[in-house]
Nanobody, 118 residues
Framework: QVRLVESGGGLVQIGGSLRLSCAASGSIFSINAMGWYRQAPGKQRELVAAITSGGSTNYANSVKGRFTISRDNAKNTVYLQMNSLKPEDTAVYHC????????????WGQGTQVTVSS
């Protein structure tokens, strides 16, 4: 089992920045990749950024050049630095951890609201 606790969401103006944190606990040795997804009202959940245990990263086209995912292995924490925020970035952001065994297990945090306003 993996437990994820997110923090760092809030209200920010257009062009502002926020940093989200996701602290993992439990069977963290089994995590293959971690990422951030977001879900806006009336829309499907979408991948924002992901980072593997080897440090490879992947980003949605809509956030490339503005968002950066990183990890602190000593703190078992993954971060999402979000710059140049736009109204379309408004969503609930969820941390995800993937464990690959005989199948893929997905673990989710409770979500944190990010609202970008003018």
């Amino acid at each position: 089992q993996v437990r994820l606790v997110e923090s760092g969401g809030g209200l920010v103006q257009i062009g502002g920045s926020l940093r989200l944190s996701c602290a993992a606990s439990g069977s963290i040795f089994s995590i293959n990749a971690m990422g951030w997804y977001r879900q806006a009202p009336g829309k499907q959940r979408e991948l924002v950024a992901a980072i593997t245990s080897g440090g490879s990263t992947n980003y949605a086209n809509s956030v490339k050049g503005r968002f950066t995912i990183s990890r602190d292995n000593a703190k078992n924490t993954v971060y999402l630095q979000m710059n140049s925020l736009k109204p379309e970035d408004t969503a609930v952001y969820h941390c995800n951890a993937k464990v690959v065994a005989s199948t893929i297990y997905n673990y989710w945090g409770q979500g944190t609201q990010v609202t970008v306003s003018s």
